[in-house]
C-alpha cells in the first residue's frame, strides 16, 4: 500500500502538472471504484484543477469551487501519467481523468478491487475522512507521545493505526523500529520517555529521508513505480537477508495478509518473534532465539 512518503510523491507531481489544467472528463471502466453520487463525478466537467493533497494515505484531489475527489489506493491501486486520450486498459485500469494535455491514469494490479473514489462538496465533506492520527512530520514530542500511547497496542499496531499516527504502514513501520532498535511486539504502554523520544526522531528521519530519495529518484518524471519493495530498504520485505548492521538475518512475523520483518539482534535482544503458524506447528520444538533456529536447521539439513 502506498504510504506517506509515496502518496507524498503523487501530490508533489499532480502539483506540478496538472494545478491549472482544466478536467475534461472522467472514465470510470469499474463501476465498484465509485463510492458517492451526490455530486456526481460530471460535475468536476470543465473544472481546473486547483489543489493536490494527502489525507492520511488518501489523495485528495481539488477542483475549483471547493469540489473535492478523495482517492484511496488501498493495497494495489496506483496512478501514473499517460498521453492524451490515453485509453483504460481493461484489465487493471480503474479510471482516467482527461486533461487537455494528458490523461491520470487510475489502475489496480489485484482481482479484488479495493481502490475507492469519492466526489464531495464543501471542505466540511472532507472532515469524514480524516481518521486522526497525528502527522509526525514537523510534531511535537509531547504530541507524539500522546498519540502513541492513547491505547496500549504493539509498537506495530500503534505506529500503523491511522487514528493514532497518520500516513504510516507496513513498510515503513518495519524500518522505522529497526533504525530504533524496538521491537515490534514492544507495548507502547512499557516504552521509557528516552525509547518514545529516540522514536519520535527517528520516525521524522525515516519519512523525510525516503521523500528525499523518492523525489530525487523521479526527478521531473512522474512516478511509474510506486513499490512497498525497495531494495535500500534495511528489513521491510528482505526476510533472510543479513541485516545491514549487523549481518543478522531478517526474521518475520506473518499474520493475516501481511508480515512484519525484524532483526532479532538489533530488535529483540536474539529472541525470536512467534510465528503464529509457525509457532503452532513446532509448539514445544520453536526456538526461542535465532542461534537456536539456526541450530534447529541445522539438524533438518543433516538429518
Known amino acids: ?35 458517492s453520487v451526490d455530486p456526481p463525478l460530471s460535475a468536476a466537467y470543465d473544472r481546473k484543477f486547483v489543489s ?26 496506483r496512478l501514473r501519467w499517460k498521453t492524451p486520450q490515453f485509453t483504460v486498459p481493461r484489465k487493471r485500469g480503474l479510471a482516467a481523468f482527461y486533461f487537455e494535455h494528458g490523461t491520470l491514469l487510475l489502475t489496480e494490479a489485484s482481482a479484488k478491487k479495493r481502490a475507492t473514489l469519492h466526489m464531495v462538496d464543501g471542505m466540511d465533506a472532507l472532515v469524514p475522512f480524516n481518521r486522526g492520527g497525528l502527522e509526525v ?4 514530542y509531547d504530541a507524539f507521545t500522546k498519540a502513541l500511547t492513547r491505547e496500549n497496542r504493539t509498537l506495530k499496531r500503534a505506529l500503523t493505526d491511522p487514528r493514532l499516527i497518520s500516513g504510516i504502514g507496513n513498510a515503513y513501520s518495519d524500518e522505522i523500529m529497526h533504525r530504533a532498535r524496538l521491537s515490534p511486539m514492544q507495548r507502547t504502554k512499557n516504552l521509557s520517555p528516552a525509547a518514545i523520544e529516540r522514536l519520535h526522531q527517528v520516525t521524522q528521519d525515516v519519512l523525510q529521508e525516503w521523500m528525499d530519495r523518492l523525489r530525487a529518484a523521479v526527478g521531473d518524471s512522474f512516478p511509474d513505480r510506486v513499490t512497498a519493495f ?23 512475523v506473518k499474520y493475516a495478509q501481511n508480515e512484519c520483518n525484524y532483526c532479532p539482534s538489533c530488535q529483540t535482544e536474539g529472541r525470536l518473534l512467534s510465528d503464529r503458524s509457525l509457532s503452532r506447528l513446532l509448539r514445544d520444538d520453536w526456538p526461542k532465539t535465532y542461534e537456536a533456529l539456526e541450530a534447529h536447521m541445522d539438524a533438518r539439513r543433516t538429518s
Not at 525497495?230 to 518475520?252: F, I, L, S
Open 1 to 35: 500500500m502506498p504510504e506517506l512518503p509515496d502518496i507524498e510523491l503523487y501530490v508533489d507531481r499532480l502539483r506540478s502538472l496538472v494545478v491549472g489544467q482544466t478536467l475534461l472528463n472522467i472514465r470510470v471502466v469499474s463501476p465498484s471504484l465509485v463510492q
Open 230 to 252: 525497495q531494495t535500500e530498504m534495511a528489513v521491510h520485505g528482505k526476510y533472510g537477508d543479513p541485516c545491514p548492521v549487523c549481518d543478522t538475518p531478517v526474521q518475520r
Open 52 to 77: 493536490a493533497q494527502r489525507l492520511g494515505k488518501r489523495i485528495i484531489l481539488g477542483f475549483e469551487d471547493d469540489l473535492f475527489c478523495v482517492l484511496h489506493l488501498m493495497i494495489a491501486g
Open 137 to 140: 512530520l514537523g510534531s511535537t
